[in-house]
């Protein structure tokens, strides 16, 4: 597999490389030099498959030989060990739930299988991987416990104190080994901005090996191109081949997978983005001026981003052509208002109890439904389990949700975080033990 950057489509690097930058100099996002086709046959069969198989078959048709199969087998399967069950709300409607892995959120894909992919390539390299991850929720857990015991690698997370949830933070600072967790007196705003002071330090990147674990990674990008095939083997069994996909999205790195796949031969009928009032995508499919605009805060945090950092992706899958991306992606906006009627309309309809992302998704996929009707599965997307938003969730809703077993053992571990003003000398000193 060789990428190039969206900025300089002569630039050709490695997978490996590609893993452990993050991103080009030139600060464009990597992408695959070829999109590579898959087999019809093995898309026209696809439902006699397993998770795993579909998964491995994805993995090798983009990667090649960049790590060889008996190896990428073991990653795969090491990294994709959950489920993600389709279910049928109503004889149209079903959702994917992507919360089945430890995080209890679809970054488990990612993060897990990235941390392989980087664990499997630091073998030959001496010096520890140190991972510098800054989050405001969702990332940090998937981070957390997807490097978790994974060899030549150690983690330092950073969170704003009291802005994260109690199962988000017990994720975050239960673990110790090789993952540390700082937290951090101040916002987001103030962690991502000591990580990436970090990254730009040339002392402090002598001394140590830094990586990020950056959600624009192309080794988080891959696995979330295997949940849309599996969806779709799973709809396949059930003899369904029309399908539209709805997906909350933020920086929209889950819907670009979607697209991806899409290009590698997996019949998709159309693509729903669905945003909370970040509404830069909206805005722009419906301008063609793209005009980003700061994040406001809303109760779908994981998805307040007002310039999402995987969109130029997108936009270079489709050759930067607005007719073609209006063809294949329509997208919907929701305020906090109509969110929680969302969640409410789930709950009373269906006795299901969503998180505020996946009550967005839900929401864009019957709005979509309602102006282009048609004999096809709306399935949307649900990002994480509602025991990580109990802020967002109304008292007499949440009070329904099911706590998975792991989240409730969580709760009985000691908390290890080191408290940490925003100082980026005292961030340097404690990376490099003085
Ligand atoms: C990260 C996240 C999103 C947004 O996904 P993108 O790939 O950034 O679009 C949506 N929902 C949840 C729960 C998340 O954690």
Redesign the pocket.
């Known amino acids: 597999m060789k990428l190039y950057s969206t900025n300089n489509k002569d630039l050709r690097v490695s997978f490996k490389e590609a893993v452990f930058n993050s991103l080009p100099q030139d600060r464009g996002l990597y992408m695959p030099e070829v999109i590579p086709s898959l087999d019809p046959l093995f898309i026209k069969n696809i439902h006699q498959y397993s998770l795993q198989e579909i998964a491995f078959t994805v993995a090798s048709a983009l990667i090649g030989d960049d790590i060889p199969a008996v190896d990428l087998k073991k990653i795969v399967e090491d990294a994709i060990n959950f489920d993600a069950p389709v279910k049928f709300l109503d004889p149209e409607t079903a959702v994917l739930e992507l919360f089945h892995g430890p995080s209890y959120?679809?970054?488990d894909f990612g993060a897990r299988f990235m941390s392989r992919v980087m664990g499997y390539f630091s073998k030959q390299g001496d010096k520890l991987l140190d991972v510098l991850v800054a989050t405001s929720g969702?990332t940090g857990g998937a981070v957390a416990l997807g490097f978790l015991g994974v060899e030549g690698t150690r983690v330092t997370i950073l969170y704003p104190k009291g802005k994260v949830s109690k199962v988000q933070e017990e994720q975050l600072t239960t673990n110790g080994k090789n993952i540390r967790a700082l937290e951090v007196e101040g916002t987001f705003d103030d962690c991502q901005a000591l990580v990436k002071q970090a990254f730009n330090d040339t002392e402090l990147n002598r001394e140590l090996r830094l990586t990020s674990a950056n959600?624009i990674n192309i080794a988080r990008l891959i696995p979330q191109t295997f949940y849309y095939f599996w969806a779709y083997a799973q709809l396949k069994a059930q003899g369904v081949d029309e399908v539209v996909f709805t997906v909350?999205?933020?920086?929209?790195?889950?819907?670009g997978a979607g697209l991806l796949a899409y290009k590698m031969g997996l019949p998709v009928k159309h693509f729903v983005a669905g945003t909370n009032v970040n509404d830069t995508v909206p805005r722009f499919l419906a301008s063609g001026a793209y005009d980003p605009k700061p994040s406001v805060q809303t109760l779908a945090n994981?998805?307040d981003?007002g310039n999402p950092s995987n969109w130029v992706r997108i936009q270079d899958l489709f050759d930067n052509d607005l007719d073609k991306l209006r063809n294949m992606i329509s997208s919907y906006t929701y305020n906090d208002e109509q969110t929680k009627a969302g969640m409410r309309e789930l709950f009373e309809k269906y006795r299901y109890v969503a998180?505020p992302?996946t009550a967005i998704a839900y929401l864009a996929s019957q709005a979509y439904k309602e102006e282009y009707p048609g004999q096809y599965a709306s399935v949307f997307l649900s990002?994480?389990h509602p025991c990580k938003f109990p802020d967002g969730i109304d008292a007499d809703i949440f009070e329904h949700v099911v706590y998975p077993e792991g989240a409730k053992e969580l709760a009985g571990k000691p908390k290890l975080a080191e408290p940490l003003q925003v100082d980026y000398e005292m961030f340097k000193d404690y990376l490099t033990e003085k």
């Open positions: 959120a679809f970054k969702d959600s909350p999205s933020g920086n929209f790195g889950n819907i994981a998805m981003v998180c992302h990002t994480a």
